[in-house]
């Protein structure tokens, strides 16, 4: 069991640390990072000790309950995190299975080195948040009791999110989808906690939100006085259940990867229709399908909040609300690359060539973003007074930020069991995208010139997949020929 | 006739080549070695699939890497997994749109497409359900659904891959029978393959290949006939190893 745990441990670091490696250089990594981490928690203790010591300002009381907010998010992460570096193929199970290990045994083996690692990671954090509140005026066993249980309630929130994500969404057929909903449930929880601490915090008084324990946590924080014995005990018992919970929930996900029953069919016709089977393909892979039902809903989330605003307010709103759903509208765009491995797609396998393919993607790809936009879209503009204006300055955005995710999507393309690198993606040509549509709004061209200039982004993000997919393809560019006869008479 | 001319391929520490083989038109080669000879890699170069470091493929004359569609459009090609096939259509569907692709290349409709399919399903025993994608069949049937995905551009060069992997042996005899069937129509077909038996039963020609090295390149009558086949792959083999 040692040895298998030993192993797994490598596999893991070997995901962590690059494959490529050799197995001296991933351990000298190992433990180069773990001597910085050491080093970089032990200084920064000491640097809150010297920063805090003499901190009595008027603000002074809000720092510890900020520290707590710090903690539990970054505890959270972590576990969620726990989440995306596990091996998620399935291959290591499958190879562990062919072995007489039990499946309590075969769940110790995946899981024990990313908990290890993770909270390894998490206990560099320890260090330096109690120095801080000692710093701050906190006796050290109070200290102590406060950072333990702000960890703690991070590690319940996460954990909760994950178990949650894995008992519904319990089909392999889900693994791509379990990750971004776990995310953004813990994204949910975590603005909901944070949200009540505040406004308990401002009123001092938390009785109303207790059930929530955050708000508890970080009022008592702010007090000053020592930290409760029973919340840090409470605290704990949270976090262990949710961990109980959570490894309940995963021994039985992801069993079975069958898919379902088609029920939407496709029937060729001509090469138009094309584009409708690579949308519905995608409508039918769990990932993409997912995305696009997120878009979709969050669009219709915001046309509802606009609806249900003060008109003049909606108003002020109005182009942040139509930038926000061409942003998430266009989001799912960027996946669509990853559902084929990156190298010999089976579009290439059966012989069409890269331009064929890209032009069909591009279509659908848009396809995609008017399903995921169109209604909500609809249902703000329209009672708009400056309807032809509003609906110019959607177009701009999206053509904008779908060019932008087809480009990220293209070039960078990421597998969907790949959780991580789909966040670090995400966030990147999100921000990059926010960015963009920034500058277009800031540049005081007129609506009908940003229309224009996000549909020229559009076309050119065409050409740009086009080049990238080819060049990936190694393919010889060359026009179809025109008659059949051609190609009888040639060979 | 296909034509490789001296042809190098080089994978990191893997080299395959040189490759020098004729083919002709309406027959079969089998491309036969042990695990990590270079089969894949050989069909994969002639494809253009991965770079050659140098040498030629052609078929009639024309390049066969440089993948242009008119060359493309007279091959078809099944690979050794069943991971590269669109599995979140249908068999019907995913036949379908590898119809339109071929039309596409060939700038030429088939009409009769899917009632080819559906005749070589029946004939190699892959049911059709039109509610299953093909991520939720069977292995043996999704290579099945593989192979005449293949087959749907009506192909005169057939490159497959392991063609028998995960199939039955009721499967396998009648995927064998197609073969005899699709050479009888004058189709050329590369089969990479272990079994000795069946390429002797099939193969006109058998190329064997040893660590990325040409260990036999001859007609099955020359070798005495398909009787005689595994004899003399074994004496080829022995030969590469005791060379190397």
């Known amino acids: ?491 | 006739m296909l034509q490789i001319r001296d042809l190098h391929v080089r994978l990191g520490a893997f080299e395959l080549g040189p490759v020098d083989v004729d083919v002709e038109h309406g027959a079969v080669l089998s491309l036969i070695g042990t695990n990590g000879s270079g089969k894949s890699t050989l069909i994969r170069s002639v494809l253009g699939l991965l770079p050659r470091s140098g040498g030629t493929a052609t078929w009639h004359g024309h390049s066969v890497p440089e993948r242009r569609p008119e060359v493309l459009s007279t091959i078809g090609y099944m690979t050794d997994s069943n991971k590269d096939l669109l599995a979140e259509f249908t068999a019907r569907e995913f036949w379908n749109y590898c119809r339109l692709a071929s039309e596409r290349a060939r700038g030429d409709r088939l009409p009769d497409a899917l009632t080819h399919a559906e005749r070589y399903a029946s004939l190699i025993g892959l049911p059709i359900y039109d509610d299953r994608p093909l991520s939720a069949l069977s292995l043996g049937n999704s290579r099945k659904a593989q192979l005449i995905g293949a087959l749907i551009g009506d192909p005169d060069l057939l490159f497959l891959d392991e063609s028998f992997i995960g199939l039955d042996f009721i499967a396998a005899r009648a995927v064998e029978e197609l073969l005899v069937t699709l050479r009888a129509e004058g189709r050329t077909i590369i089969a990479s393959s272990h079994d000795l038996d069946l390429a002797g039963r099939v193969a006109d020609q058998v190329l064997v290949l040893h660590d990325g090295r040409v260990a036999l390149n001859s007609s099955v009558s020359d070798l005495g006939g398909s009787g005689k086949l595994e004899g003399a792959v074994r004496r080829s083999l022995d030969q590469a190893r005791a060379l190397r």
């Open chain 1, 1 to 491: 069991m040692i040895r298998l745990l030993a192993g797994a441990a490598d596999l893991l670091l070997r995901r962590v640390t690059g494959s490529p490696l050799r197995r001296t250089r991933r351990y000298s990594i190992l433990v180069v990072a773990v001597l910085c981490g050491s080093g970089i928690s032990l200084g920064s203790s000491v640097a809150a000790t010297q920063h805090y010591g003499g901190h009595r300002g008027v603000d002074s009381y809000l720092l510890p309950p900020a520290m707590a907010i710090v903690l539990a998010l970054a505890a959270g992460l972590l576990v969620i995190l726990a989440e995306a570096v596990r091996d998620k193929s399935g291959r290591l199970e499958g190879a562990l299975s062919a072995l007489p290990l039990g499946r309590r045994h075969i769940a110790i083996v995946v899981w024990a080195p990313v908990v290890t690692l993770l909270a390894g990671v998490g206990m560099l954090m320890i260090p330096p948040a109690i120095s801080a509140l000692v710093a701050l005026g906190q006796p050290l066993g109070s200290a102590i009791r406060g950072v333990v249980a702000s960890l703690s309630f991070g590690i319940f929130l996460g954990g909760v999110s994950l178990a949650v994500s894995h008992f519904l969404l319990r089909s392999g057929r889900w693994n791509g989808v379990r990750y971004p909903v776990a995310m953004m449930l813990w994204i949910v929880l975590g603005v909901v906690d944070i949200g009540y601490s505040l406004g308990a915090l401002a009123d001092s008084d938390p009785s109303g939100v207790g059930l929530l324990v955050m708000p508890l946590l970080i009022t008592e924080l702010a007090r000053g006085t020592s930290f409760s014995i029973p919340l840090t005990m409470l605290c704990v018992v949270l976090a262990l259940g949710a961990l109980a919970l959570l490894a309940t929930s995963l021994s039985g996900a992801g069993a079975s990867g069958r898919a379902g029953r088609v029920r939407l069919r496709w029937r060729a016709g001509d090469q138009l229709s094309r584009v409708v089977a690579e949308t519905l393909y995608y409508l039918r892979e769990p990932t993409t399908a997912a995305n696009v039902i997120s878009a979709f809903l969050v669009g219709v989330s915001v046309a509802v909040v606009m609806w249900l605003l003060p008109p003049r307010l909606a108003t002020q709103l109005l182009v942040p609300a139509l930038y926000g759903i061409a942003l998430f509208a266009a989001a799912p765009v960027r996946v669509l690359r990853g559902v084929f491995p990156r190298r010999h797609p089976p579009q290439q396998l059966i012989g069409m060539s890269a331009r064929s393919w890209t032009r069909t993607q591009w279509s659908a790809a848009l396809l995609l973003v008017a399903l995921a936009a169109v209604p909500a879209i609809a249902a703000i503009v329209l009672p708009q007074p400056n309807r032809p204006e509003s609906i110019l300055t959607f177009v701009s955005a999206i053509s904008l930020s779908t060019a932008c995710a087809l480009v990220a999507g293209w070039v960078a393309p990421v597998q969907l069991d790949n959780a991580l690198g789909q966040v670090i993606a995400t966030v990147l040509t999100s921000s990059v995208t926010a960015l963009l549509l920034g500058m277009l709004r800031s540049s005081h061209a007129g609506a009908p010139l940003q229309a224009l200039i996000g549909l020229a982004a559009l076309l050119l993000s065409g050409a740009l997949i086009h080049r990238t997919e080819a060049r990936r393809w190694g393919d010889r560019v060359a026009p179809p020929p025109t008659h059949a006869h051609q190609r009888k008479s040639e060979l």
